[in-house]
């Protein structure tokens, strides 16, 4: 995945904060901190660039990005960056397989910011995701070795959805009543921002389709679930026909 993230200081110390937190020499005490701070500047910058946006046109401007994830695990891969897409009020939309690969393709629809902090986020995830599920030990007498472990990762990959979609949150309450240079509240920005994004999205996928309902059944999901609640969650490509593609529900 190409980002801009490098570019932007903010997002470059959120990231350093993940990686902090991330490293196993860190102590608890310290990452539990650093995961708090990086959680916080994440939701706080994207209320931020909203609002300057608003007061220059053009600055964050709403833009599209197509991403291939490959094995193993391609379509948890998709799911992860899904729920990430759909907390930040951007949209996604999976287009398959990958020409005549396994890896999958996604189109994800946001604004320049949002984009550059869904891949942020996806990548420290993803990293997690995987260290994680290789420290499992699978229960003794579970039978499907490998269904145990996809259910684990979609419990990691529910759960930490519900984190980073409850962050978003606060911050978007905490700052509903400021106004910007404009005269307009963050609130009513922010609206108008993701009404611009699904207007893109519907556009380009006039008659995309919800897809299936993925049913997360088996102990591992419980396991998954805790571990992400342990987790730190801190344009221009060409067209695929909508007649294949299938927007997906985390």
């Given at each position: 995945m190409s980002?801009?993230?490098d570019?932007?200081?903010?997002?470059?110390?959120?990231?350093?904060l993940?990686?902090?937190?991330?490293?196993?020499?860190t102590?608890?005490?310290e990452?539990?901190?650093?995961?708090?701070?990086?959680?916080?500047?994440?939701?706080?910058?994207?209320i931020?660039?909203?609002?300057?946006?608003?007061?220059?046109p053009g600055?964050?401007?709403?833009t599209?990005?197509?991403?291939?994830l490959?094995?193993?695990?391609?379509?948890?891969?998709?799911r992860?960056i899904?729920?990430i897409?759909?907390?930040?009020?951007?949209?996604?939309?999976?287009l398959?397989?990958?020409?005549?690969t396994?890896a999958?393709?996604v189109?994800?629809?946001g604004?320049?910011?949002?984009?550059?902090?869904?891949?942020?986020?996806?990548?420290?995830?993803?990293?997690?995701m995987?260290?994680?599920?290789?420290?499992?030990?699978?229960?003794?007498?579970t039978?499907?070795?490998?269904?145990?472990?996809?259910?684990?990762?979609?419990?990691?990959?529910?759960r930490?959805?519900?984190?980073?979609?409850e962050?978003?949150?606060?911050?978007?309450?905490?700052?509903?009543?400021?106004?910007?240079?404009?005269g307009?509240?963050?609130?009513?920005?922010?609206a108008?921002?993701?009404?611009v994004?699904?207007?893109?999205?519907?556009?380009?996928?006039?008659?995309?389709r919800?897809?299936?309902?993925?049913?997360?059944?088996?102990?591992?999901?419980?396991?998954?679930?805790?571990?992400?609640?342990?987790?730190d969650?801190g344009g221009?490509?060409?067209?695929?026909?909508?007649?294949?593609?299938r927007?997906?529900?985390?």
């Amino acid at each position: 995945m190409s980002t801009t993230t490098d570019a932007n200081p903010k997002l470059s110390t959120v990231r350093a904060l993940l990686a902090k937190a991330e490293d196993a020499a860190t102590p608890e005490a310290e990452a539990e901190l650093a995961r708090v701070r990086a959680f916080e500047m994440m939701a706080k910058y994207g209320i931020e660039m909203a609002m300057l946006s608003e007061e220059q046109p053009g600055r964050d401007v709403p833009t599209d990005r197509q991403i291939v994830l490959d094995n193993p695990w391609a379509m948890e891969r998709v799911r992860l960056i899904n729920g990430i897409t759909l907390a930040l009020g951007c949209q996604l939309i999976h287009l398959g397989r990958d020409g005549a690969t396994s890896a999958r393709r996604v189109h994800i629809f946001g604004h320049q910011s949002d984009l550059d902090r869904i891949e942020l986020l996806h990548t420290s995830l993803l990293l997690q995701m995987h260290s994680g599920l290789a420290a499992q030990s699978v229960p003794v007498g579970t039978k499907g070795v490998r269904a145990w472990r996809r259910s684990w990762l979609l419990g990691f990959i529910h759960r930490v959805g519900k984190r980073i979609e409850e962050a978003e949150n606060g911050a978007r309450a905490a700052a509903q009543n400021e106004i910007t240079a404009t005269g307009r509240s963050t609130a009513l920005v922010l609206a108008d921002r993701k009404a611009v994004v699904e207007a893109k999205y519907r556009s380009a996928y006039p008659r995309a389709r919800t897809g299936r309902t993925t049913t997360m059944t088996g102990s591992g999901f419980g396991d998954g679930w805790a571990a992400g609640g342990r987790a730190d969650i801190g344009g221009g490509s060409r067209r695929v026909g909508a007649r294949t593609a299938r927007s997906l529900t985390a």
